[in-house]
């Protein structure tokens, strides 16, 4: 397998509210998603789902190291 695509439901036509989960759940599937694709063996590509990029860049720039902060001597 080289990915998996999941798909998000869109609601259109007859889709009703209760059918698609709330914000905070879209969150956490977003954020099991990308801990998952830290070990899978394949990639990730989520369908309607352009938050998740929001959050692939966020959890991304959150695991980079503080750049070390330097002074400069002053006479």
Do not use: C, N
């Not at 954020?31 to 929001?54: C, E, G, N, V």
């Not at 692939?56 to 902060?69: C, D, G, L, N, S």
Request: glycine share 2%; no cysteine.
């Amino acid at each position: 397998m080289v990915f998996w695509e999941v798909f998000f439901l869109v609601p259109m036509g007859r889709a009703k509210a209760e059918d698609v989960a709330s914000a905070d759940e879209f969150e956490a599937v977003f954020h099991q998603l990308y801990d998952l694709s830290k070990t899978a063996p394949f990639d990730i590509k989520a369908t309607a789902a352009p938050q998740y990029s929001r959050v692939v860049m966020q959890r991304k720039r959150a695991e980079v190291p503080p750049a070390p902060t330097t002074t400069s001597a002053t006479s």
